[in-house]
């Protein structure tokens, strides 16, 4: 089992930065891909950015390309989002995800979310 937590959340102004981050505990060995998500009220879970665990090849959702970042530091099993220029339509509970290798996201390890605001 993996275990996964979040934090790095807050309230912040539009045009402002947080980073977020996630601590990785457990099976780590077993890791193959991580990734943020994201849901707000109303809305279905969607996936804003991971990283394959070994080669730290990533992808972005079309609406974080150029203001996030997603970053690993593997020998502290740490998961990283920094996020810029951030916008009202950002607001939501970010989730850290973990995948076994050879699987897809979402895996079928979650944190326990951590909320981010952006005000106008």
């Known amino acids: 089992q993996v275990q996964l937590v979040e934090s790095g959340g807050g309230l912040v102004q539009a045009g402002g930065s947080l980073r977020l981050s996630c601590a990785a505990s457990g099976r780590t060995s077993s890791i193959g891909v991580m990734g943020w998500f994201r849901q707000a009220p109303g809305t279905e879970r969607e996936s804003v950015a991971r990283i394959w665990w070994h080669n730290g090849i990533t992808y972005y959702a079309e609406s974080v390309k150029g203001r996030f970042a997603i970053d690993k530091d593997n020998a502290k099993n740490a998961l990283y989002l920094q996020m810029n220029s951030l916008k009202p339509e950002d607001t939501a509970v970010y989730y850290c995800?973990?995948?076994?290798?050879?699987?897809?996201?979402?895996?079928?390890?979650w944190g326990q979310g951590t909320q981010v605001t952006v005000s106008s």
């Open positions: 995800n973990a995948g076994d290798i050879g699987q897809p996201l979402p895996g079928r390890y």
